[in-house]
C-alpha cells in the first residue's frame, strides 16, 4: 500500500483536476505549436503547486517531502500532460538556488518562480559533451568587477520559454579543467541568444533549444554556490533528478498499461475481445507483475530520499530499471494497438515516441550500468544478506 498521508490525497485530487481542466485540453495544440505558452506556469503558480519545498516568504510551502512532487509527477503523466514537464522548473532546476543562492538571490528570483512568472532551465550539455561533463567547453572569465561567459549549449528543456537560466561552465580552463562554476543568465542579457526551437522524435510540446553566449557579462552576484565548486553542485541533485526521471518513467508504464487494458478490453478479433486471448493474458500479465515491483522499489527510494539516504547507485537502479520497464510497456501497448497503435490521435503512440527519451535524459541507461557496477566492485559494497 502506498504511504501517502490524508493531506496528500487531497492534494492529489486538486492536481488531477487541474491537468484534466486546464492543462490537458490544450496539450494537442502544444504539440503543434512546439510550445506550451507561459500561461500554463502562471496557472500552476496561482495554484501554488510550484516551488512547494520552498519556505513559506518565496512562495512554497516549506515542506521538503518528496511525495508531494512524485503526486505532481505522477498526475500529470495519467493526463498526458507530461511534455509541460512543470517538475524540471519546480523540482529539478529551482533547488540549485534553494541550496546554493545567498539570501539576496533567494529574495530576488524564488518568488517570481513560485507564481510561475520567471521560468527556469539549466544548461549542462554541449555538443561535445553530455554525460561526460569534463569534455565541457563553455568558459567564464574573471573580468574584475564581473565574470564573461562564452560558449554554446544543446538539448537544453525550455530553452526558449526560460526567464532564467542556471548555466554550468569551465571557471579556469587553463589552470584547472575540472574547475566549473554555476551562473545565473537572465533573459534580456546582452551576447544571450537562443536558436530554433529543436525539432524532436518526441515529447513535441516541449520546447527544447540551442543557447548561445558571446561575451555575456555576468554580475558577481548572479554566480550560485561556490567559485569552481560547480560540478560538485551539481553532483549534490543528479540522484534526485534520476528519482524525478524514475517517477516519470513508471507512471508513464501504468498509464500505458491503463490505457492498453482498456484498449484490449473493447478490440474485438475473431468475434471476441483481444483480452480473452491468451497471448494478451499473458504478456499483460507479466507487465502488470514488473510495473508493481518497480512502483513499489520507486516508493521506497522516495522514501530514502526523504531521509537523506538516497544514494547515487540505488538512483541509477531506480532511473535504469524504470525507463527499461517503461519502453518494454509502451512497445506491447503498441503492438497490441496494432495498426491504431501508429496513428498519432492515440496517445499511446504519442507516449511511445516521447518516451524513447528517457533511456538517454538524466544520463543514459549505459552511465546507470557503470555507476551500479562501480558501486557492486567497490569495498563499500554491500548486498544487504550480511
Not at 508493481?292 to 544514494?311: I, P, R, W
Amino acid at each position: 500500500m502506498r504511504n501517502f498521508t490524508e493531506e496528500q490525497n487531497y492534494f492529489r485530487e486538486s492536481v488531477r483536476k487541474f491537468f484534466e481542466t486546464e492543462i490537458a485540453p490544450h496539450v494537442k495544440q502544444a504539440r503543434i505549436d512546439g510550445i506550451f505558452d507561459r500561461e500554463f506556469f502562471r496557472k500552476a503558480g496561482e495554484q501554488g503547486f510550484l516551488l512547494i519545498w520552498a519556505d513559506e516568504e518565496f512562495g512554497g510551502m516549506g515542506d521538503k517531502d518528496f511525495r508531494w512532487e512524485q503526486i505532481f509527477i505522477e498526475e500529470s503523466v495519467r493526463a498526458g500532460c507530461a511534455e509541460l514537464f512543470l517538475t524540471l522548473h519546480s523540482r529539478l532546476v529551482a533547488p540549485y538556488i534553494g541550496n546554493f543562492g545567498t539570501a539576496e538571490q533567494k529574495e530576488r528570483w524564488l518568488p517570481k518562480c513560485a507564481s510561475g512568472e520567471s521560468i527556469l532551465a539549466v544548461a549542462m550539455t554541449e555538443p561535445d559533451a553530455g554525460s561526460d561533463l569534463a569534455g565541457m567547453r563553455a568558459s567564464l572569465i574573471d573580468a574584475g568587477d564581473h565574470f564573461i561567459l562564452n560558449g554554446s549549449k544543446t538539448f537544453i528543456s525550455n530553452g526558449i520559454n526560460a526567464d532564467l537560466v542556471i548555466v554550468a561552465a569551465k571557471s579556469d580552463p587553463d589552470n584547472n579543467p575540472h574547475a566549473m562554476t554555476l551562473v545565473v543568465v537572465e533573459r534580456g542579457m546582452e551576447g544571450f541568444e537562443r536558436g530554433q526551437n529543436l525539432e524532436k522524435m518526441g515529447m513535441h510540446a516541449q520546447d527544447t533549444a540551442e543557447l548561445f553566449f558571446n561575451d555575456v557579462k555576468i554580475p558577481k552576484e548572479n554566480i550560485l554556490g561556490e567559485r569552481d565548486l560547480g560540478f560538485l553542485h551539481l553532483m549534490q541533485g543528479l540522484a534526485e533528478e534520476r528519482l524525478i526521471a524514475a517517477v516519470g518513467n513508471i507512471a508513464s508504464a501504468r498509464t500505458a498499461f491503463n490505457l492498453t487494458r482498456a484498449y484490449v478490453m473493447e478490440r474485438k478479433v475473431f468475434g471476441k475481445p483481444l483480452s480473452k486471448m491468451q497471448n494478451t493474458q499473458f504478456k499483460m500479465a507479466e507487465m502488470e507483475a514488473e510495473i508493481d515491483v518497480l512502483e513499489t522499489y520507486v516508493d521506497q527510494c522516495v522514501q530514502l530520499s526523504n531521509a537523506g539516504l538516497l544514494t547515487a547507485e540505488k538512483a541509477a537502479v531506480a532511473k535504469l530499471q524504470s525507463s527499461e520497464i517503461e519502453w518494454k510497456m509502451l512497445d506491447l501497448g503498441v503492438q497490441l494497438h496494432g495498426g491504431n497503435g501508429y496513428m498519432s490521435e492515440y496517445e499511446i503512440c504519442q507516449m511511445f515516441q516521447g518516451s524513447r527519451i528517457n533511456r538517454i535524459l538524466a544520463g543514459s541507461s549505459e552511465i546507470m550500468k557503470l555507476i551500479i557496477s562501480r558501486h557492486i566492485f567497490s569495498d563499500k559494497y554491500n548486498n544487504n544478506l550480511d
